[in-house]
């Protein structure tokens, strides 16, 4: 199948900084991805849609500001959290459709410490 | 608001036994469902899909079937194995070409040696 790749797995920042996450789809191209948050014991909560070329569709409650996402090829889109703080670590998995009514493949996921 | 929800948020299994996990889902209009299972600290891994226009799927061990009358998808995994241990979410493609996913709960199935 459809190979996505996500990095970084996983990273610890302080208050206040910056991390990007990279989605990189490794053979096949993807238009469209797609950025979920997940809580501990919980499901995934869709956060925004990246559109290659054009802006991110973000979900109601989600801070565009805050969660920057940035997809300007086919095959990479990019989610940089700004001025993390404690509250927004969470595991944060990226998603790439191969086309309506097929199935999604993911990446592996990042797990984001705010210390 | 509509969603896909399961019914039970844990299961536990012998091994060797078979498993059914079980989905609700009140979108009626919903032409798509997948199966995934996510292992801890893992993104989700493709089961097995299954369109509207079916009420049976089979795959490798795993079949799914889809009630569109009581809008009920299930799960049901055959000689359960250790390695199937993990959280299995249904998720849900609306329909008119949106690629988007709705996710269910999710079950946590424990395999019992």
């Known amino acids: 199948g459809a190979v996505v790749s996500q990095h970084p797995s996983w990273v610890i920042c302080k208050s206040g900084t910056s991390v990007k996450i990279e989605c990189r789809s490794l053979d096949f191209q993807a238009t469209t991805m797609f950025w979920y948050r997940q809580f501990p014991k919980q499901s995934l909560m869709l956060m925004a849609t990246s559109n290659e070329g054009s802006k991110a569709t973000y979900e109601q409650g989600v801070e565009k500001d805050k969660f920057l996402i940035n997809h300007a090829s086919l095959t990479l889109s990019t989610l940089t959290v700004t001025s993390a703080h404690p509250e927004d670590s969470s595991f944060y998995i990226c998603s790439a459709p191969t086309g309506y009514m097929t199935e999604a493949f993911f990446g592996q996921g990042t797990r984001l410490t705010v210390v | 608001g509509e969603s896909v929800g399961l019914h039970l948020p844990t299961l536990s299994v012998q091994e060797g036994d078979n498993s059914i996990i079980n989905c609700a889902y009140s979108?009626?209009?919903?032409?798509?469902f997948i199966w995934y299972k996510q292992e801890s600290g893992k993104g989700p891994q493709f089961i097995i899909d299954i369109r509207s226009n079916m009420d049976k799927r089979q795959g490798q061990r795993v079949t799914v079937l889809l009630n569109k009358t009581v809008k009920h998808l299930s799960l049901q995994i055959a000689a359960t194995q250790p390695g199937d241990s993990a959280v299995y979410f249904c998720?849900?493609?609306?329909?008119?070409?949106?690629?988007?996913?709705?996710f269910g709960t999710g079950t946590r199935l424990t395999i019992i040696p």
């Open positions: 979108n009626s209009a919903s032409d798509y």
């Open positions: 998720a849900e493609n609306p329909p008119f070409g949106n690629e988007k996913l709705t």
